[in-house]
């Protein structure tokens, strides 16, 4: 396991999710003048020009996008195969996280996923799995 | 009608060249772009003294001053460089030509050199040798990396899968790109899989990489360089061979376009909206052409759902049609659209781009392995999704 990646978790941009993961939440950056989703995670809203957004909890679920199983080791701690998912959430559609899941599991398009939260070293990551 | 874009033609492809593509070249980046130069420079007519601008890829090892020094060009007055990696051949191409256009050069040498096989393999993603925290600094890397997201393989192959989804592709649709390819590469001696026919039945067999995507969707990887020489419509008229014109040229993104590299694609509202349908409208606009103007293409091919999705961005079949259109003929030979002439990145090799605009300059001066008759113009596509860039070439 020590040869699996860790995130940045202080970032200033996206530094507020990884302190909801580690609290067992899933958040979002969101505008608030206009409402619009700011993901990947940012501070000054490109739809409609405010410098006032936050974060802001979410449902732990979503619907699977799509996913890839990868069958070639592409780096050292992903042992092939695995799963690499895509997730809508569903309190705030169009705004997706990835998630690995081991092996080949079986998944369908649009299929009910719920976050799971991994402790990795001293950072948590929000998984999916089929709800 | 809007007014003709100022650059249309006034611009033009006078020499191109390239090394041998193997998986160990046993030389140096710089000595594989001095080569690729020299013949760029020969062709055209030109000495290396001639060279006046240098136009690079960012993700190239070799920088411009290292390459004027190899090549001994001492009167240097213009560079740049365009990214990232793929996206950048017809987007460096573009530089050339504002220089040219603007008097601040008179003669641009364009290039990308890489050792892709023996060296640095972009296919393991730009981070493989990152150690500690990934990501921040707006690269977003932490949002992929830590979960096994780390190549631009599995991206293209979540994208694969959700066009099958959506639009009903198949398998079989992708693999007639990648035969389409093979094919084109079967008749050039230059190309890496010049002696390695591929079948449907062998394309079915080969191993996935990637579900949906199987190792003949890939590009290969290639040690070698490309380079073409670019300069004015006037001073063309003097070279030796006939001039290849630039009818059109454009850099695109699309709203909501992400930051960051490859990845972060998928974040966008909509995943599969693709900067090329901007490139394309931009192209066809600046060129005065449509696609029933286009007799030939060289498509950007990564991965073979790259090029299925651009046949329905470029404006050769409607949306979701780009797999029908993949095996209904047309691009191969006699086809309205034969595509990927010398084999492109899936066959010939992989040079991020810039072999298909060397195939698209030789194919309107009649010098391609599968030379498509009476071929008056040729659409040259760069890489896809994060931005994009692409050209209209025509017949001198």
């Not at chain 1, 690499?84 to 309190?91: G, K, P």
Request: glycine letters at 12%; proline letters at 7%.
């Amino acid at each position: 396991m020590s040869d699996l990646p860790i995130p940045v978790t202080d970032d200033a941009d996206t530094g507020g999710f990884w302190e909801a993961s580690a609290e067992g939440v899933v958040r979002v950056r969101r505008c608030d003048a206009c409402a619009a989703v700011l993901h990947l995670p940012k501070v000054y809203c490109h739809r409609c020009g405010s410098w006032d957004s936050s974060w802001q909890d979410v449902q732990p679920t979503g619907t699977l996008y799509t996913w890839t199983t990868t069958y070639r080791e592409l780096r050292p701690g992903f042992t092939p195969p695995y799963t690499v998912v895509l997730v809508d959430l569903d309190d705030a559609p169009g705004a997706r996280l990835v998630g690995y899941l081991p092996g080949e599991p079986d998944l369908r398009m649009g299929m009910a996923m719920r976050a799971e939260f991994e402790p990795r070293g001293d950072t948590t990551l929000v998984q999916w799995v089929p709800a | 009608m809007s007014e003709a874009w100022a650059g249309r033609d006034a611009t033009a492809i006078i020499g191109t060249g390239n090394t041998d593509y193997s998986r160990a070249s046993g030389r140096s980046v710089l000595t594989l772009a001095t080569q690729a130069s020299l013949a760029a420079i020969a062709d055209a007519g030109l000495e290396p003294g001639d060279i006046d601008g240098i136009v690079r890829c960012d993700f190239d090892v070799v920088t411009h001053n290292d390459l004027a020094n190899s090549l001994g060009i001492t009167d240097l007055t213009f560079w740049g460089s365009n990214g990232p990696g793929g996206s950048a051949p017809s987007a460096m191409v573009g530089q050339a030509v504002g220089a040219l256009m603007s008097g601040q050069a008179r003669n641009v040498l364009v290039y990308r050199s890489m050792n892709g096989r023996s060296g640095f393999r972009l296919g393991k993603g730009r981070l493989q040798a990152a150690s500690g925290p990934i990501g921040g600094n707006g690269t977003y890397e932490e949002f992929f990396v830590p979960y096994g997201l780390v190549s631009p393989g599995q991206m293209w192959a979540m994208l694969a899968r959700r066009h099958m989804h959506e639009y009903g592709t198949t398998e079989d649709q992708l693999g007639a790109i990648a035969i389409a390819c093979r094919d084109r590469a079967n008749a050039n001696p230059n190309a890496q899989m010049s002696d390695r026919p591929l079948t449907m039945d062998g394309y079915h067999a080969s191993p996935v990489i990637s579900s949906p995507l199987r190792l003949v969707d890939y590009c290969l990887e290639t040690d070698g360089a490309c380079a073409v020489v670019i300069t004015t419509a006037d001073r063309a008229a003097d070279r030796p061979k006939n001039p290849v014109y630039i009818s059109a040229v454009t850099q695109a993104v699309i709203p909501d376009m992400q930051g960051g590299l490859a990845s972060p694609v998928l974040m966008r509202p909509d995943p599969m909206l693709l900067p090329s349908t901007q490139v394309a409208a931009k192209l066809y606009e600046r060129s005065g052409m449509g696609p029933e103007d286009i007799d030939v293409a060289q498509f950007y091919d990564c991965f073979t759902i790259t090029v299925l999705v651009q046949f329905e961005d470029y404006g050769f079949c409607k949306p979701g049609e780009g797999g029908p259109f993949a095996e209904s003929g047309a691009i191969e030979p006699g086809g309205s659209l034969p595509i990927n002439t010398s084999g492109g990145n899936l066959s010939d090799g992989y040079i991020h781009g810039m072999s298909h605009i060397v195939e698209g300059a030789r194919q309107l001066r009649g010098e391609s392995t599968s030379q498509v008759a009476g071929a008056e113009t040729c659409l040259v596509t760069s890489g896809l999704p994060i931005t994009t860039s692409g050209l209209i070439l025509r017949k001198g």
